[in-house]
């Protein structure tokens, strides 16, 4: 008999920033979750969006940054959020922790970031000038 509990995914209250926080997964004493915004894009990068699953909130769209992030189970309040009857928050767009999402990480080309550019060339120094 296996007594290992599924997680589940919830909604709490990111004490950092006051704002709901979507969580997918716990690793001991350590939430792993991804943040929720009212914007399009959060650093640069477009932001998932979804109808706002939470029963305080209002209605409409929310987004949550695709960056998957780690912290203290103390940074997160001690109630999970309520949700609207019937709502699935099973996002398959958001992966399972560990595996690799496209987080439009920067610097995700083949060429290394310290590696020079060819493309660069020397200056040329004029002829017949002292």
Same mark, same amino acid.
């Given at each position: 008999?296996? *007594?290992?509990?599924?997680?589940? @995914?919830? &909604?709490?209250?990111?004490?950092?920033?006051?704002?709901?926080?979507?969580?997918? %997964?716990?690793? !001991?004493?350590?939430?792993? &979750?991804?943040?929720?915004?009212?914007?399009?894009? /959060?650093?640069?990068?477009?932001?998932? *969006? &979804?109808?706002?699953?939470?029963?305080?909130?209002? %209605?409409?769209?929310?987004?949550?940054?695709? +960056? #998957?992030?780690?912290? +203290? =189970?103390s $940074?997160?309040?001690?109630? #999970?959020?309520?949700?609207k009857?019937?709502?699935?928050? /099973? &996002?398959? #767009?958001? $992966? +399972?922790v560990?595996?690799? *999402?496209?987080?439009? /990480?920067?610097?995700?080309? *083949? @060429?290394?970031?310290? #590696? /020079?550019?060819t493309?660069?060339?020397? =200056?040329?120094? =004029?002829? !017949?000038? +002292?």
């Amino acid at each position: 008999m296996n *007594s290992k509990k599924t997680f589940r @995914r919830h &909604f709490r209250i990111y004490f950092k920033n006051n704002h709901p926080s979507y969580i997918i %997964d716990e690793e !001991g004493n350590v939430y792993v &979750f991804h943040r929720m915004t009212h914007s399009k894009t /959060s650093g640069g990068r477009t932001n998932l *969006s &979804f109808d706002n699953p939470l029963l305080r909130g209002g %209605d409409g769209k929310i987004y949550i940054v695709k +960056k #998957e992030q780690k912290d +203290k =189970k103390s $940074k997160f309040s001690a109630f #999970e959020l309520e949700l609207k009857p019937n709502v699935d928050i /099973s &996002f398959p #767009e958001i $992966k +399972k922790v560990g595996e690799t *999402s496209d987080t439009g /990480s920067h610097h995700t080309n *083949s @060429r290394s970031r310290y #590696e /020079s550019s060819t493309l660069i060339k020397a =200056k040329k120094t =004029k002829k !017949g000038k +002292k």
